[in-house]
């Protein structure tokens, strides 16, 4: 049984980082959360379906969306602490201590209501009390990897998010304990700070791979192993370190004017103006950016050249909440032997897995503050990626239990 912990708003405020990306698979880079946080889940319901009629990028902007709500709800409630969250492609999960939990239960709300007046999605949501999870023998830990100075992810362990967001799912969608059910109308979502203006990331070696693994062991120890096993064949089949393989590079990133992404913009962030009055703002404020970034000049506070450097590191290819998710650009050979890697160890009983494949990734981005350079940038696999590749997985996962 999990032990009990004592209450802390600051906990993930002061945690200490770790900047090696492997650590995820090391118990002693994560902590107990206390125990009166909140797991919060937010998901797009028939994402699935979404993604077949080619609204994958709506699907990824609306998760990306779920995290600016809640970040900028935090902020105006308690601008001391920091938010521990992970992205999830159709969605996020969020951690958070009680005092937060009405502020940013009322943001997702009102991202709710944006979802489904502005793209006819219907956004599920839901919060589970992390003392409800350990007194059923399940545990919720976090770490926080550290990409650059200001700008860290949260990692999270323990069994609980994975258990959080089988309970949410499994209520009514009249809501029930742990579902909060949405409303017709709501508070506007300050979603500042959200923006979508880089052209997809194509493939330099042929293929974009998303893969979802999770160790089966009951055992921490033993979890180790094979996450740790997993890690290392994946790096000795690219012949390098995960970085190697990063969607996000200067060969890769591309802006273009007028952003494909703009519009999407200016529905989710007009806030109470008009979309075209807001669509007009931000067209005159990308040509400004194009212009900057076309002949790597600095201007207020966007400086071309930096950004860029600051974008790849503060990319999040790499993630891990209970399960190791992983965008990797390499080669057709190189997938199908991470693929082998993954089928063989599903076969020894070590792991369920699900891969996907596209040849081009896609990013959301979430500015904070440009002078201090705090941005970061979700990464998800195109065509579906991570919901996609979350179809197989979900089919072993049901399979193994």
């Given at each position: 049984?999990?032990?009990?912990?004592?209450?802390?708003?600051?906990?993930?405020?002061?945690?200490?980082?770790?900047?090696?990306?492997?650590?995820?698979?090391?118990?002693?880079?994560?902590?107990?959360?206390?125990?009166?946080?909140?797991?919060?889940?937010?998901?797009?319901?028939?994402?699935?379906?979404?993604?077949?009629?080619?609204?994958?990028?709506?699907?990824?902007?609306?998760?990306?969306?779920?995290?600016?709500?809640?970040?900028?709800?935090?902020?105006?409630?308690?601008?001391?602490?920091?938010?521990?969250?992970?992205?999830?492609?159709?969605?996020?999960?969020?951690?958070?201590?009680?005092?937060?939990?009405?502020?940013?239960?009322?943001?997702?709300?009102?991202?709710?209501?944006?979802?489904?007046?502005?793209?006819?999605?219907?956004?599920?949501?839901?919060?589970?009390?992390?003392?409800?999870?350990?007194?059923?023998?399940?545990?919720?830990?976090?770490?926080?990897?550290?990409?650059?100075?200001?700008?860290?992810?949260?990692?999270?362990?323990?069994?609980?998010?994975?258990?959080?967001?089988?309970?949410?799912?499994?209520?009514?969608?009249?809501?029930?304990?742990?579902?909060?059910?949405?409303?017709?109308?709501?508070?506007?979502?300050?979603?500042?700070?959200?923006?979508?203006?880089?052209?997809?990331?194509?493939?330099?070696?042929?293929?974009?791979?998303?893969?979802?693994?999770?160790?089966?062991?009951?055992?921490?120890?033993?979890?180790?192993?094979?996450?740790?096993?997993?890690?290392?064949?994946?790096?000795?089949?690219?012949?390098?370190?995960?970085?190697?393989?990063?969607?996000?590079?200067?060969?890769?990133m591309r802006f273009r004017w007028i952003p494909n992404g703009l519009r999407m913009e200016a529905r989710l962030t007009r806030g109470v103006r008009s979309t075209w009055r807001r669509y007009l703002w931000l067209v005159v404020e990308s040509?400004?950016?194009?212009?900057?970034?076309k002949f790597d000049r600095a201007a207020g506070g966007y400086d071309a050249p930096s950004y860029r450097r600051e974008l790849r590191a503060n990319s999040d290819y790499r993630r891990f909440d209970d399960v190791l998710r992983l965008t990797?650009?390499?080669?057709?050979?190189?997938?199908?032997?991470?693929?082998?890697?993954?089928?063989?160890?599903?076969?020894?009983?070590?792991?369920?897995?699900?891969?996907?494949?596209?040849?081009?990734?896609?990013?959301?981005?979430?500015?904070?503050?440009?002078?201090?350079?705090?941005?970061?940038?979700?990464?998800?696999?195109?065509?579906?990626?991570?919901?996609?590749?979350?179809?197989?997985?979900?089919?072993?996962?049901?399979?193994?239990?």
């Amino acid at each position: 049984m999990p032990r009990s912990v004592p209450s802390d708003d600051r906990f993930y405020t002061d945690l200490p980082p770790f900047e090696e990306f492997d650590r995820v698979a090391d118990p002693e880079a994560f902590v107990p959360v206390p125990d009166d946080w909140y797991v919060v889940l937010a998901d797009i319901r028939g994402s699935t379906q979404a993604i077949a009629e080619g609204r994958y990028k709506d699907v990824n902007m609306l998760g990306a969306a779920c995290i600016t709500a809640a970040c900028n709800a935090a902020s105006e409630a308690a601008p001391e602490l920091d938010i521990a969250y992970i992205f999830g492609g159709d969605g996020a999960s969020l951690f958070i201590p009680a005092s937060l939990l009405v502020p940013i239960r009322t943001a997702l709300l009102g991202a709710a209501v944006l979802a489904r007046r502005e793209f006819g999605f219907e956004l599920r949501i839901g919060a589970v009390a992390v003392r409800d999870l350990r007194d059923d023998g399940f545990d919720v830990t976090l770490g926080k990897l550290r990409l650059s100075p200001g700008n860290e992810l949260a990692t999270a362990g323990g069994g609980g998010v994975l258990e959080a967001e089988r309970r949410i799912k499994a209520e009514p969608e009249t809501g029930g304990r742990y579902r909060i059910a949405t409303l017709e109308s709501a508070e506007e979502p300050d979603m500042t700070g959200l923006s979508c203006r880089w052209e997809p990331l194509k493939a330099r070696l042929g293929v974009m791979l998303c893969m979802i693994v999770l160790a089966l062991p009951e055992e921490t120890s033993a979890r180790r192993v094979v996450y740790d096993g997993v890690l290392q064949g994946v790096e000795r089949i690219l012949g390098g370190d995960l970085t190697a393989a990063s969607p996000v590079t200067a060969d890769t990133m591309r802006f273009r004017w007028i952003p494909n992404g703009l519009r999407m913009e200016a529905r989710l962030t007009r806030g109470v103006r008009s979309t075209w009055r807001r669509y007009l703002w931000l067209v005159v404020e990308s040509f400004i950016q194009f212009l900057l970034e076309k002949f790597d000049r600095a201007a207020g506070g966007y400086d071309a050249p930096s950004y860029r450097r600051e974008l790849r590191a503060n990319s999040d290819y790499r993630r891990f909440d209970d399960v190791l998710r992983l965008t990797l650009d390499c080669t057709e050979a190189q997938a199908d032997a991470i693929e082998g890697l993954l089928r063989e160890l599903h076969g020894l009983g070590k792991v369920v897995y699900g891969t996907h494949r596209a040849d081009h990734a896609l990013m959301t981005c979430l500015v904070f503050n440009l002078d201090q350079g705090e941005h970061v940038h979700f990464v998800d696999g195109g065509n579906g990626g991570f919901a996609a590749a979350s179809l197989p997985f979900k089919e072993q996962l049901r399979s193994a239990r």
